[in-house]
């Protein structure tokens, strides 16, 4: 698929595993990945936002471009090359006519959604009168590249697909039950599928999933096969399988995708 930045095309491209994990770990994304979204005070029985809020105490997901141009090292660890990586980005702005950075993400977010996630104050506030915590977000980015072969021109663009929150427990009220409260806090730690709310980030996430559920296949294969699966994997396999059909509706009548280790690769047009 392509999609248009100040009407300039580029060729959206799932990344491989190496490398999209090498373009994850840039620290620009990194603070993106993982965020402290909301602190509580027990002994003053109030909260605060850490991020800026909007409606119903809802966080924005923002998306995400990094210019990141690989290297592999002697070891075949991959990463950023840092002089090409920033003349890519100045070379974006001028082919496409944008100011900054922020203008580009402005013209990308005209076609792909800008998702919200309510924090789930709810599902800690047995916590409250006893602790204070720090509700810390993480964020899981599907990674597509965006590239114009004819420009020599592309970039890296993450865009939210699960979240998951957790709290770390600071001061307790009472010490003598700060073990038991841990423990309750280690049990809660709710996650969400992000929606995708236009064809455009519909399409495009579900071509990085295709491409992560065929690496989880070969992997497997390599294992020896499905019996030879490991927790993690089966893991790995129902989280993507939710997700994909939470992207693809099924038609009506059409069996269900399996979540079992092993399960065929979709293709990344097909449903």
Avoid: C
Avoid at 137 to 150: G, P
Avoid at 224 to 234: I, M, N, S, V
């Amino acid at each position: 698929m392509q999609i248009r930045i100040n009407r300039i095309e580029f060729e959206v491209e799932p990344v491989a595993g190496p490398l999209r994990a090498a373009v994850l770990a840039d620290p620009v994304i990194a603070r993106a990945v993982l965020r402290d979204v909301w602190e509580w005070d027990a002994a003053a029985q109030t909260g605060k936002a850490l991020v800026p809020l909007v409606q119903e105490r809802a966080v924005v997901l923002p998306n995400g471009l990094s210019f990141f141009v690989p290297r592999s090292g002697a070891d075949g660890a991959i990463t950023k090359h840092e002089a090409p990586s920033a003349s890519m980005a100045k070379r974006m702005l001028k082919v496409t006519g944008a100011r900054d950075l922020p203008e580009v993400m402005t013209a990308l977010n005209r076609v792909i959604d800008l998702p919200k996630k309510t924090l789930p104050l709810a599902t800690f506030r047995g916590l409250d009168a006893r602790a204070s915590y720090r509700l810390r977000m993480f964020t899981e980015f599907a990674v597509l590249r965006l590239n114009n072969a004819a420009r020599n021109l592309g970039a890296f663009l993450f865009l939210p697909s699960q979240v998951g929150f957790h709290a770390e427990i600071g001061e307790t009220l009472d010490p003598a039950q700060r073990e038991a409260v841990l423990a309750e806090a280690r049990g809660l730690r709710p996650g969400f599928l992000v929606p995708a709310r236009s064809e455009a980030s519909r399409g495009m996430r579900r071509a990085a999933l295709s491409r992560q559920f065929e690496e989880l296949q070969a992997e497997i294969a390599a294992l020896g096969g499905a019996d030879k699966a490991t927790d993690l994997h089966r893991i790995r396999a129902q989280r993507l399988a939710a997700e994909w059909k939470a992207l693809t509706p099924p038609a009506p009548g059409a069996p269900g995708v399996s979540a079992a280790p092993g399960l065929r690769a979709p293709a990344p047009g097909g449903g």
